[in-house]
């Protein structure tokens, strides 16, 4: 039963630490999202990629947020220094063409 | 005003009941439609797929999508109690390398 898997699951961490949170897209599928969600906003896309390239980070803040794929099997999505206002939930989804978007079950992020 | 306006509800109805489920938006661009589902602690799941305006119809699921009004809808008839979760709703323009803009979702809980 091909998933998207994210790790972790849910993650508490201080005001000013590292975060980083890794996805690993289904198996054959070139495209790569970050999402992100909270009660206020809903479902924001923060970046993505085709075939590991990144196509648009507009919605990611630069000065904290980074989003990589150093490899197929591999999206990583890390908040450097992390800030209360970035608790939420964060989600990758991957897709293949133009075709259904399938999403994982989430990381969700608490910033102390 | 943004792209895509949806009603958080909440909506509770019983079991049975025909819910109903819309999203208006303001981007004349967007040609495809989707439905998706989140369960609590899940990710959205896709429920249904539309192109351009139309009906389309799976089980108990009806997509309605008329472009001249800038409004789609979800009806479910006979809703049960696993249909309970948030219903999201969105869409995407030809042109947006397959990037989608998202409802904030409306929360419908069916009572047994």
């Known amino acids: 039963d091909a998933r998207v898997t994210q790790t972790p699951r849910d993650k508490v961490t201080e005001m000013g630490q590292e975060v980083t949170m890794r996805c690993q897209p289904i198996l054959g599928h070139n495209t790569v999202f970050w999402y992100r969600q909270t009660m206020m906003q809903g479902l924001e896309l923060l970046a993505y990629f085709r075939n590991r390239a990144p196509l648009d980070d507009s919605g990611m803040p630069k000065d904290r947020f980074s989003a990589e794929m150093p490899d197929a099997t591999l999206a990583t999505l890390k908040i450097q220094p992390s800030e209360p206002r970035d608790s939420a939930v964060y989600f990758c989804?991957?897709?293949?063409?133009?075709?259904?978007?399938?999403f994982g079950e989430g990381s969700r992020l608490t910033v102390l | 005003q943004k792209e895509v306006e949806q009603d958080p509800g909440p909506l509770s109805v019983p079991e049975g009941a025909i819910v109903s489920l819309n999203c208006t938006y303001s981007n004349s661009a967007f040609q495809y439609f989707m439905w998706y589902r989140q369960y609590s602690r899940k990710g959205p799941e896709l429920l249904m797929y539309?192109?351009?305006?139309g009906n389309k119809e799976d089980g108990r699921f009806t997509a309605q999508v008329d472009k001249s009004s800038k409004y789609i809808s979800l009806f479910i008839r006979d809703s049960q109690p696993s249909d309970s979760a948030t219903y999201l709703c969105a869409m995407r323009s030809a042109g947006s390398n397959y990037k989608l803009t998202f409802g904030k979702g409306t929360l419908l809980t069916v009572n047994p």
């Open positions: 539309t192109y351009s305006s």
């Open positions: 989804a991957s897709g293949v063409g133009s075709g259904e978007l399938f």
